[in-house]
């Protein structure tokens, strides 16, 4: 079975400082991955995806992220924050077709990224 | 394309009165899912459909609560009687292929009182 772990569920930011919000996964196969965005009282957007391809992926409104096969890791950056990037991050992963795992989408728990001033 | 479109955007009703969510997807899409949010339990995927077909509704809370797709446009949540704990945001994403990313609606936010 896949999951995934955010391990922050809260981070705070200056603005126009770095972001990092972290994400492990756990998969038995190379799992598909993405980094969705929702703002307050919106449905979810997707910042970006991996799916085997390069393994530093870049997404909209300047935020990346790194797939590390080794440290089982997809955390999701951007170098400077923009108080228009306060919202709910969530970690998803998505089954290989090998694991028989259908087409469930795993999302972690959520990051809340809070921007000051 | 308009993307994935959900209504009615906010509902309010009464304990035990039926409430159906509506959703259409984005047009050439094979898979879609629903999916409620609360603050206690986060996402959960209740249900989704591969060409019109239900693929797995294991994460459905009750027999309340059914779900479905007459087309490929168009698909219905519907929960009977309701409850003041389903209360939730009511989520429908749709995507192209099986492993691929899913685009969600702007929700629907359901009230039972």
């Known amino acids: 079975a896949q999951s995934v772990t955010q391990l922050d569920s809260h981070v705070s930011v200056s603005e126009g400082t770095p972001v990092l919000l972290r994400c492990n996964y756990s998969?038995?196969?190379?799992?598909?991955l993405f980094w969705y965005v929702q703002h307050p009282n919106k449905g979810l957007q997707l910042l970006l995806k991996?799916?085997?391809?390069?393994?530093l992926v870049k997404g909209i409104n300047g935020f990346e992220a790194e797939f590390k096969k080794s440290e089982t890791s997809f955390h999701l950056t951007k170098p400077s924050a923009h108080m228009s990037d306060a919202a709910e991050y969530f970690c998803?992963?998505?089954?290989?077709?090998?694991?028989?795992?259908?087409?469930?989408?795993?999302f972690g728990t959520g990051t809340q990224l809070k921007v000051e001033l | 394309d308009a993307g994935v479109i959900q209504s009615p955007r906010h509902e309010v009703t009464e304990m035990g009165q039926e409430v159906t969510l509506r959703c259409k997807p984005i047009?050439?899409?094979?898979?879609l899912f629903w999916y409620r949010q609360t603050m206690m339990r986060g996402l959960e995927l209740l249900i989704y459909?591969?060409?019109?077909?239900?693929?797995?509704d294991s994460g459905m809370p009750e027999d309340r609560f059914s779900a479905k797709m007459p087309n490929a446009s168009f698909s219905t949540l519907k929960i009977q009687p309701s409850e003041p704990r389903d209360s939730a945001v009511y989520f429908c994403?749709?995507?192209?292929?099986?492993?691929?990313?899913?685009?969600f609606g702007q929700g629907t936010r359901l009230t039972v009182v």
């Open positions: 991996y799916t085997s391809a390069a393994t």
């Open positions: 047009s050439g899409h094979d898979y």
């Open positions: 459909f591969n060409n019109n077909v239900p693929i797995d």
């Open positions: 994403a749709s995507s192209l292929r099986m492993n691929t990313e899913a685009f």
């Open positions: 998969s038995s196969y190379s799992p598909s």
């Open positions: 998803v992963v998505s089954p290989h077709i090998l694991t028989g795992g259908g087409n469930k989408l795993t």
